[in-house]
């Protein structure tokens, strides 16, 4: 069941942000806590997000801006690897990440941690570019 919250909150948290044309400090944060909610009754500080745009800089994935919740922000042009053909021509995509630790009894001596991560890509709705104010 939280593998499956892991990965509807990273596709809440991608849809949010590329339904925006403007996103602010405020928004995102909003944002970030609206995708959290998602995880309960599950402990929701556990959640570990970023969101960021992407573009296409001559055949590299270039980053345009970068926020984290718990996970660093990416620098501003830093390359990323994502599959290939998903940034536009003249367009960007807004790329969403989670990880979440969870922490398992599988018994009385025993007990696992396992990260689950889940990866979005959605491209802005109403504009080719999301702005970060």
């Given at each position: 069941?939280?593998?499956?919250?892991?990965?509807?909150?990273?596709?809440?948290?991608?849809?949010?942000?590329?339904?925006?044309?403007?996103?602010?400090?405020?928004?995102?944060?909003?944002?970030?806590?609206?995708?959290?909610?998602?995880?309960?009754?599950?402990?929701?500080?556990?959640?570990r997000?970023?969101?960021?745009?992407?573009?296409d800089?001559?055949?590299?994935?270039?980053?345009?801006?970068?926020?984290?919740?718990?996970?660093?922000?990416?620098?501003?042009?830093q390359?990323?690897?994502?599959?290939?053909g998903?940034?536009?021509?003249?367009?960007?995509?807004?790329?969403?990440?989670?990880?979440?630790?969870?922490?398992?009894?599988?018994?009385?001596?025993?007990?696992?941690?396992?990260?689950?991560t889940?990866e979005?890509?959605?491209?802005?709705?109403?504009?080719?570019?999301?702005?970060?104010?």
């Amino acid at each position: 069941v939280l593998d499956r919250k892991v990965t509807t909150s990273t596709a809440t948290l991608g849809d949010l942000t590329a339904r925006a044309a403007v996103v602010t400090d405020d928004d995102l944060d909003d944002i970030f806590q609206a995708t959290r909610m998602i995880f309960q009754p599950n402990d929701v500080k556990v959640a570990r997000m970023r969101i960021s745009s992407i573009y296409d800089d001559d055949g590299v994935n270039k980053v345009a801006w970068s926020d984290g919740c718990g996970l660093s922000s990416y620098t501003a042009d830093q390359s990323v690897t994502i599959p290939n053909g998903l940034v536009p021509s003249g367009g960007s995509i807004i790329m969403a990440e989670i990880e979440y630790d969870y922490n398992s009894v599988l018994g009385y001596f025993f007990t696992t941690t396992q990260t689950l991560t889940d990866e979005f890509y959605l491209r802005p709705r109403r504009v080719d570019f999301v702005d970060r104010l």
